[in-house]
Structure formats: C-alpha cells, structure tokens
C-alpha cells in the first residue's frame, strides 16, 4: 500500500476497530487469529476493543499480520484531534 493510501490511527481504539474489521474481511475468527499470532483469544479481543496500552508490540504485530495488515511510521502533522 503506498503512503498516500496509507490509513493513519492515532489511538488504540481506531487501531483495535481496523483490526477487528480486516479479521472479518478475512473471515478469521477471534481463535484463528490468536493461533496464527501465538497469542490467546481474550488478547485478540482485548486488541480489538482498544485495550492495548502497554501491549507487546510483537504479539500485536503478530495479530495485525495474522489478519493482513502492517505497520508503517508516518508523520503525523496536519492530523487534527487528540493524539494518544
């Protein structure tokens, strides 16, 4: 995906909810993902409800591949709203 179609989250609760759809989209279930992560089913669903603060970045990286996303640092000027 370039950068300029690129989707920019700037809290945990965007972040879980883009997870959560692309898990759907892929017609994985909370237990699928977890296994192809090496994580547990209630850490799929804690992600996803954007309880992440002082997640394991691996294991999140883990579960947002194991769904077909990726990460990429952006800047984030001329974002407006409350950044977390």
């Known amino acids: ?3 300029d179609q690129a ?3 700037t809290n945990v609760a965007e972040l879980g909810a883009a997870i959560a759809a692309a898990r759907r989209r892929a017609r ?3 237990r699928e993902v977890a296994e192809a992560a090496g994580a547990t089913k209630q850490w799929v669903w804690t992600i ?4 992440i ?3 394991d970045t ?4 883990a579960v947002a591949k ?3 996303l990726g990460f990429a640092l952006v800047p984030l000027t001329g974002l407006t709203g409350p950044q977390e």
């Not at 691996?58 to 990286?61: A, D, E, G, K, S």
């Open 66 to 68: 194991a769904v077909g």
């Open 1 to 3: 995906m370039a950068d």
């Open 53 to 55: 603060q002082g997640a």
């Open 28 to 30: 994985l279930s909370q």
């Open 7 to 9: 989707i920019r989250y």
């Open 58 to 61: 691996t294991r999140l990286i």
């Open 48 to 51: 996803e409800h954007g309880q």
